[in-house]
């Protein structure tokens, strides 16, 4: 039997599960949509449909999510047959389990474009939330809209069929301002700092390409706050679904896990209205840009490192590369000397014990956490985890050593896929991929190759002599290390 409407009155009556499940509280069908949610993918599920989910069982509210796959049907597919419920596995010492009602309807934006649009301007959708990773707000270097983007030049010239989510937004709020419709608010959930204006940038820039009066009232009616998410979401495999299945006693074919540590916090300055998040553990605050600066650079930036390091080690699993002794000293000095200085923290945080806590995360060995995807679109999440505090240090006269390293790890971690052939994933990975093909390992001649491709570094480095000496010296060492990488972190 699969997870369904149906079958969820059955394990309501029988409520005798081996762990514990909780089930929705609230009536599902009576629930209309309020939500839509752009870049439906795993940490949707287990994040903001989870606290929209609480609020639900707790307050009620018509705050049903459509979710939208911007070009994926697999969980749609999945999706369908089981009215749309799922659940999460919350992965700690003991483990809990939730099936989750939030989610009410399923779309693929590339195959049914009308009905997203129609979804995201009717009256009764308050809020868009999105998760479409770091690549999905299509921005250049400099933080503007990059114009010369395949997607935006497509919803330049067909703004009606939208390809991106930038589109999406722009044409469904054209269509609201048109029929009088309060603007919905617009909730970004993305690893970026500023991400909420970042994305509205992004949008007004798009509509001033077609009108200059939707752009303004774009500007002056639409709610874009900025927000921190954290919980980490492993991609689940087959083994947990099947895992996830026996303990709900039915079939569900696409559950999340997620470890149990979760944070979400809101810049406050929404105007319309919102579930209970406020009520179910969302944090809202004017200090915002101080949490997501906190936890890029701490959280995603030991990520990052202990993805590109972890793999050149020969290690999979993030829990694994964190047990090795050298790559653990190599976080926490790291983290004190260097990541830790360039941080203005929010009030009364401490961030010692923060990144001790997230080391301890990263130790959960219930959450089985492929380091090759935290290792994806590293031309993305490298100049914001790695590059702003290292230049910020460099400003600030705080010495830096640990951070080259890591940047050398990922050029080597580049050239290791280049020479292997293996699966590459980045927005940029062709062009990276030709750049290190033509390596002679020279470490001076190939950090100054790869210095000169445009709009991958800050272009504050171009110059620096110093940036560059010392690049070259962590890339020298890298590869002098060969096979045994960990002998570079002594
Ligand atoms: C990770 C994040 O894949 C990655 O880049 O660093 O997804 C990380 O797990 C989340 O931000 C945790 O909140």
């Known amino acids: 039997m699969k997870l369904s409407n149906e079958t969820l009155g059955l394990l309501r009556e029988k409520s005798q599960f081996s762990e514990q499940v909780d089930l929705p509280k609230y009536d599902r069908e009576k629930t209309k949509i309020g939500i839509v949610h752009l870049g439906l993918g795993a940490f949707h599920r287990s994040h903001q449909a989870y606290y929209t989910e609480c ?77 479409v990773t770091e690549k999905g707000y299509c921005l250049n270097s400099d933080g503007k809209i990059d114009l010369t983007h395949p997607g935006i030049q497509h919803d330049i010239a067909t703004p009606s069929a939208p390809q991106t989510a930038i589109g999406l937004l722009v044409e469904s709020l054209k269509t609201r301002q048109q029929n009088s419709i309060e603007a919905f608010t617009v909730i970004a959930c993305d690893n970026l700092p500023e991400n909420g204006s970042k994305l509205k940038a992004a949008v007004v820039q798009l509509a001033q390409q077609q009108d200059q009066a939707l752009a303004d009232w774009i500007q002056s009616h639409v709610c874009f706050p900025s927000t921190m998410v954290d919980s980490i979401t492993p991609k689940t495999e087959d083994s947990e679904i099947e895992r996830i299945s026996a303990v709900l006693t039915v079939q569900d074919d696409a559950p999340v896990q997620r470890e149990m540590f979760t944070q979400w916090v809101i810049e406050d300055e929404i105007k319309g209205e919102v579930p209970a998040w406020d009520k179910v553990g969302v944090i809202f605050t004017n200090d915002v840009s101080a949490f997501e600066h906190t936890k ?190 960990t002998s570079v972190l002594d």
């Not at 964190?322 to 360039?342: G, H, Q, T, W, Y």
């Not at 890339?475 to 290390?481: P, T």
């Open 55 to 131: 609020a639900l069982n707790q307050f009620g509210g018509d705050w049903g999510i459509c979710g939208v796959s911007m070009r994926s049907t697999w969980l749609k597919e999945s999706l369908d047959p089981q009215d749309c419920l799922y659940t999460i596995a919350k992965m700690d010492v003991t483990s809990e389990y939730q099936v989750i009602g939030a989610l009410k309807e399923v779309l693929v934006a590339a195959k049914q474009v009308d009905q997203v649009l129609a979804r995201m301007s009717h009256a009764d959708t308050k809020v868009v939330t999105l998760t």
């Open 296 to 485: 890029l650079r701490i959280l995603n930036g030991l990520h990052s490192t202990l993805a590109y390091m972890g793999r050149l080690a020969g290690y999979e699993l993030v829990s694994q590369a964190v047990a090795d002794p050298k790559l653990k000293a190599f976080l926490l000095r790291m983290v004190a000397n260097e990541v830790i200085p360039s941080i203005k923290p929010p009030q009364g945080l401490d961030l010692t014990q923060y990144s001790r806590d997230i080391i301890k995360r990263f130790e959960n060995p219930k959450v089985a956490h492929q380091l090759e995807q935290i290792a994806c679109d590293g031309s993305i999440k490298i100049p914001v985890r790695i590059l702003e505090p290292l230049q910020q240090n460099l400003s600030n006269g705080v010495e830096v050593k640990d951070y080259y390293l890591v940047v050398a790890a990922w050029i080597r971690f580049i050239w290791n896929k280049q020479q292997t052939s293996a699966q590459f994933n980045d927005p940029r990975a062709d062009e990276l991929l030709s750049l290190v093909a033509q390596f002679t390992g020279d470490a001076a001649q190939d950090i100054e190759l790869f210095l000169s491709v445009p709009n991958l570094l800050p272009n504050a480095f171009a110059d620096n002599q110093s940036f560059k000496q010392n690049l070259v010296a962590a890339y020298q060492a890298v590869i002098a290390a060969g096979d045994d990488f």
